[in-house]
């Protein structure tokens, strides 16, 4: 399986921005549908996003299309979610996932069954 580390959280204010980073390793990155999910305290895990591993189709849950981007390098086996206008909302621990498929859509009900350790993001004045 894939092995999958998050970094870049942290404190960030109101409106700010944070780029996170999921580096891969074991395998290529090429075959595996990338996604990022969040969870806050007292509430249950959120997909947040996915990219597919054909063609780099992206899904985005509501609440952050507009803010957030993801996007795959395959060649520096790196995912990545960059977030803009920040909200208090959106703080959590964010977590990188993978699941191979060959499909040129991405789902994040999808069975992910590679996990990063997760990386806190707070959003505080």
């Known amino acids: 399986q894939l092995q999958l580390v998050e970094s870049g959280g942290g404190l960030v204010q109101p409106g700010g921005s944070l780029r996170l980073s999921c580096a891969a390793s074991?395998?290529?990155?090429?075959?595996?549908?990338i996604g990022w999910f969040r969870q806050a305290p007292g509430k249950e895990r959120e997909g947040v996003s996915c990219i597919s591993s054909i063609g780099g189709r992206t899904n985005y849950a509501d609440s952050v299309k507009g803010r957030f981007t993801i996007s795959r390098d395959n060649a520096k086996k790196t995912a990545y979610l960059q977030m803009n206008s920040l909200k208090p909302e959106d703080t959590a621990i964010y977590f990188c996932?993978?699941?191979?498929?060959?499909?040129?859509?991405?789902?994040?009900?999808?069975?992910?069954?590679?996990w990063g350790q997760g990386t806190q993001v707070t959003v505080s004045s």
């Open positions: 074991g395998f290529t990155l090429d075959y595996y549908v």
């Open positions: 996932a993978a699941v191979r498929s060959f499909q040129t859509i991405c789902d994040m009900t999808q069975r992910f069954t590679s």
